[in-house]
T-cell receptor
């Protein structure tokens, strides 16, 4: 248990569905991240939040919408996804932006 | 643009052997380098973090080295055990632009055979 909890662990959704991924950290960290891990590709940073403010959007399509209501919680709202969006979505946190990252177990997303 | 390469993509060794995993990066201007372990279908566990001013870090049977000028890092695992089987990922944090972004390699899938 790393102190970063992601739910759900698995999600199957159709292209017209709307769903949300949730991440919660109990470590008192100030920075939170969404990463995407596709088969046969390196991990890709999607978003960075620092003290609840978004500080990085790595050219992510608008069908992915992040939300950070406080420093402990991070959401990724999904709508009208494509099959190529199927991947493992990982949340991470760190004490400050430049410091060591702690990852959750991820949500395995399948888009049909 | 920073790129991180890990070779080999997969490695299989008998239990008890000492082994070295390799990571290379194209731009030596890095803030730090981090090694992670990932079990199948799971998140990443941080193993070691080396700051750019450091040459190595040790944790138990693991030792990571950093040669920034040549753009290389190695992860040494001593006396390997079946429980060490996992994918090992290397990531660098660029020093200048994009410092919030870790750049990952594709990983080395390690199998330790009993």
């Amino acid at each position: 248990e790393t102190g970063v909890t992601q739910t759900p662990r698995h999600l199957v959704m159709g292209m017209t569905n709307k769903k949300s991924l949730k991440c919660e950290q109990h470590l008192g960290h100030n920075a939170m991240y969404w990463y995407k891990q596709s088969a046969k590709k390196p991990l890709e940073l999607m978003f960075v939040y620092n003290f609840k403010e978004q500080t990085e959007n790595n050219s992510v399509p608008s069908r992915f919408s992040p939300e950070c209501p406080n420093s402990s919680h991070l959401f990724l709202h999904l709508h009208t996804l494509q099959p190529e969006d199927s991947a493992l979505y990982l949340c991470a946190s760190s004490p400050q932006v430049m410091e060591k990252l702690f990852f959750g177990s991820g949500t395995q997303l399948s888009v049909l | 643009k920073q790129e991180v390469t890990q070779i080999p993509a997969a490695l299989s060794v008998p239990e008890g052997e000492n082994l070295v995993l390799n990571c290379s990066f194209t731009d030596s201007a890095i803030y730090n380098l981090q090694w992670f372990r990932q079990d199948p279908g799971k998140g990443l566990t941080s193993l070691l973090l080396i700051q750019s001013s450091q040459r190595e870090q040790t944790s138990g049977r693991l030792n990571a080295s950093l040669d920034k000028s040549s753009g290389r890092s190695t992860l040494y695992i001593a006396a390997s055990q079946p429980g060490d089987s996992a994918t090992y990922l290397c990531a660098v944090r660029p020093l200048i632009q994009g410092a919030q972004k870790l750049v990952f390699g594709q990983g080395t899938r390690l199998t330790i055979n009993p």
